[in-house]
């Protein structure tokens, strides 16, 4: 979804980097802290070892991520507001893309 809304919400000539950040943000960021924060909870719902095995209360690991991402979703729905995109913004995408094709001596659609 987030980066469908960044297709929409940027300006053509840094479209391919938003897309990039946004990329970078979920896939690279998210999943980077994402993996350090799964491993405090493993460790905290984890009981005393025994010889080789250690129980784990699984419940309550699986039920951390979800009370996480139900909050993250409530923040989201709460604070987002989509100001919509402006008239403006749409003539000069299509200013830019119409002098680009031009330029590469291609007719616009």
Request: net charge neutral.
């Amino acid at each position: 979804m987030g980066q469908i809304y960044v297709d929409d919400r940027a300006p053509a000539a840094i479209r391919a980097t938003a897309q990039g950040f946004i990329a970078f943000v979920t896939l690279g960021l998210g999943m980077f802290v994402g993996s350090l924060l799964s491993g405090v909870v493993v460790d905290h719902y984890s009981g005393p070892k025994v010889g080789d095995y250690t129980p784990h209360n699984w419940r309550a690991i699986w039920l951390a991520p979800a009370i996480a991402a139900g909050a993250f979703l409530l923040l989201f729905a709460i604070l987002f507001r989509d100001r919509g995109k402006s008239k403006s913004d749409d003539v000069l995408t299509d200013t830019r893309e119409a002098q680009a094709l031009e330029a590469a001596g291609a007719a616009p659609l």
